[in-house]
């Protein structure tokens, strides 16, 4: 079966962190950019990490600039994203997509939509920032 698979979400107190993965199962991820994307209640989709295919390029929100890190594992086709200095803000579901064309997923950097269209989506691991 084809698909993504987020894990490590859970809930974490104010400033604490987080390490999310999303394992491919069904293909290799090598050849797609991912991107990281959340979406808290009553709210659109927002994209917040993404890195490419090639070169390891990676490009931010500015929520998050500077607390999370996006990197990858092509030999564990794997994806992380690493939450650190979390905020009760932060709290969303969490989800990963992968596609071919790194600039659609780079251009959704920041951006909340509804209508975000990629090769691959993650089912979701909920991420709770609470004391």
């Known amino acids: 079966q084809v698909q993504l698979v987020e894990s490590g979400g859970g809930v974490v107190q104010p400033g604490g962190s987080l390490r999310l993965s999303c394992a491919a199962s069904?293909?290799?991820?090598?050849?797609?950019?991912i991107g990281w994307f959340r979406q808290a209640p009553g709210k659109d989709r927002e994209g917040i990490a993404c890195?490419?295919?090639?070169?390891?390029?990676?490009f931010y929100a500015d929520s998050v600039k500077g607390r999370f890190t996006i990197s990858r594992d092509n030999a564990k086709n794997t994806v992380y994203l690493h939450l650190n200095s979390l905020k009760p803000e932060d709290t969303a579901v969490y989800y990963c997509?992968?596609?071919?064309?790194?600039?659609?997923?780079?251009?959704?950097?920041?951006?909340?939509?509804?209508?975000?269209?990629?090769?691959?989506w993650g089912q979701g691991t909920q991420v709770t920032v609470s004391s």
């Open positions: 997509a992968a596609d071919l064309h790194f600039i659609t997923l780079a251009s959704a950097m920041g951006v909340m939509s509804d209508t975000f269209e990629y090769d691959y």
């Open positions: 069904g293909f290799t991820l090598e050849p797609y950019a």
């Open positions: 890195i490419s295919n090639s070169d390891g390029t990676t």
